[in-house]
T-cell receptor
Framework: GEDVEQSLFLSVREGDSSVINCTYT??????LYWYKQEPGAGLQLLTY?????DMKQDQRLTVLLNKKDKHLSLRIADTQTGDSAIYFC?????????FGAGTTVTVRA | SAVISQKPSRDICQRGTSLTIQCQVD?????MFWYRQQPGQSLTLIAT?????????ESGFVIDKFPISRPNLTFSTLTVSNMSPEDSSIYLC??????????FGSGTQLSVL
């Protein structure tokens, strides 16, 4: 599969913004995704962006896509304790996704 | 979105035995997949479960080790055969929903002793 890379850990104070970064190598992906995995649970689709878009906003979530640099980011505004989880970046075609290793976000009071 | 139920949610098995994991979806879906998440790692696609025909396996996965059934558009099973401790992972069923996005079940956490 294609390579998808993420930083492994992020610690953020409650109320601050979190920014999770991801780089990928497959420039042919139609969609890029962010999934959230809480402890002991499966993956929850958080948001996605079509490859011809630069930005997508959905309530507290903002996705930025830089196709030239193959860089994807997820910004969570006003981070809450319930946002503590592992966040996976994923890309691919035909629904066969390649996932990053996941970024563990810890929200501290 | 689709509601996906996986059973069992977790199991502890002995080396050499087999475990069958079930995935039930609340609506008919065209595409179903099985993923594996090894401890501390990301997800790897095992295979595409094809309705009425043999599953399509990704590189490194074979039918003898991971037989898959898909008798209809709402149900699939994955069997982990002749298990060893290296098979300890979370196994996840995923489906393409009507909005054409990929959704995941809650997973089956398997520990092999």
């Amino acid at each position: 599969g294609e390579d998808v890379e993420q930083s492994l850990f992020l610690s953020v104070r409650e109320g601050d913004s979190s920014v999770i970064n991801c780089t990928y190598t497959d420039s042919s992906s139609t969609y890029l995704y962010w999934y959230k995995q809480e402890p002991g649970a499966g993956l929850q689709l958080l948001t996605y962006i079509f490859s011809n878009m630069d930005m997508k906003q959905d309530q507290r979530l903002t996705v930025l896509l830089n196709k030239k640099d193959k860089h994807l980011s997820l910004r969570i505004a006003d981070t809450q304790t319930g946002d503590s989880a592992i966040y996976f970046c994923a890309e691919g075609n035909d629904y066969k996704l390649s996932f990053g290793a996941g970024t563990t976000v810890t929200v501290r009071a | 979105s689709a509601v996906i139920s996986q059973k069992p949610s977790r199991d502890i098995c002995q080396r050499g035995t087999s475990l069958t994991i079930q995935c039930q979806v609340d609506s008919q879906v065209t595409m179903m997949f099985w993923y594996r998440q090894q401890p501390g790692q990301s997800l790897t696609l095992i295979a595409t479960a094809n309705q009425g025909s043999e599953a399509t396996y990704e590189s490194g996965f074979v039918i003898d080790k991971f037989p898959i059934s898909r008798p209809n558009l709402t149900f699939s099973t994955l069997t982990v055969s002749n298990m060893s401790p290296e098979d300890s992972s979370i196994y996840l069923c995923s489906v393409v929903a009507t909005n054409e996005k990929l959704f995941f079940g809650s997973g089956t956490q398997l520990s092999v002793l």
